[in-house]
């Protein structure tokens, strides 16, 4: 007899997964990351975390590149992000 609620607990959603409390997942994982973050006006890469507390600022142009919220920081409108990759 299978029900709809029944979930494969040994192979869950990704989906699933990242609903869940960072503890509480299969394999434990933080929820923050580092990222490059592309100034709107030279253009340049600065490498920023993605929790960040204090104001990140373009180190050519002084334009600020994210702010602190609550959680996770803020970009500024117009800049882009890249996640970055595991070093292991």
């Known amino acids: ?14 989906e699933l997964e990242k609903k869940k409390h960072k503890l509480k997942r299969l394999v434990q994982s933080p929820n923050s990351f580092f990222m490059d973050v592309k100034c709107v006006g030279h253009f ?24 602190p919220t609550s959680g996770r920081a803020r970009l500024t409108e117009g800049c882009s992000l890249r996640k970055k990759g595991d070093l292991i």
């Open 1 to 14: 007899m299978v029900l709809q609620n029944d979930i494969d607990l040994l192979n869950p959603s990704i």
């Open 44 to 67: 340049n890469i600065t490498t920023v975390f993605s929790h960040s507390q204090t104001v990140v600022v373009c180190g050519n142009c002084l334009i600020i590149l994210c702010q």
